[in-house]
């Protein structure tokens, strides 16, 4: 069993910065690729950014210069720097990791509970 465990969130005001943590646990081989996502209310959960294995990484477009993904693999741990937050930032924000375990040797999806984050005045 992996679980992932979230942390970061909180309420920041626009143009501030938040970094956002999330550690995996458990049976783990390997981790493959990590990622961060987001759902605001009434809308779907979209990709922010990912980061695979080898340290490549993508971003939604409207994060790109903003937000920075990095992981530390001796902590089975992916972060996400946000900076310049705007209100449509506002979300809750969850980790995603694609791991290989002990349990479950075929990569599989994980996913943390979430983490809100609120940009406002």
């Known amino acids: 069993q992996v679980q992932l465990v979230e942390s970061g969130g909180g309420l920041v005001q626009p143009e501030g910065s938040l970094t956002l943590t999330c550690t995996a646990s458990?049976?783990?081989?390997?981790?493959?690729?990590m990622a961060w996502y987001r759902q605001a209310p009434g809308k779907q959960r979209d990709l922010v950014a990912a980061?695979?294995?080898?340290?490549?990484?993508n971003y939604a477009d409207s994060v790109k210069g903003r937000f920075t993904i990095s992981r530390d693999d001796a902590k089975n741990t992916v972060y996400l720097q946000m900076n310049s937050l705007e209100p449509e930032d506002t979300a809750v924000y969850y980790c995603?990791?694609?791991?290989?375990?002990?349990?479950?040797?075929?990569?599989?999806?994980?996913w943390g509970l979430g983490t809100q984050v609120t940009v406002s005045s």
């Open positions: 995603y990791a694609d791991v290989s375990s002990r349990t479950r040797l075929r990569p599989f999806g994980y």
């Open positions: 980061i695979t294995a080898g340290g490549n990484t």
């Open positions: 458990g049976s783990i081989i390997v981790i493959n690729t």
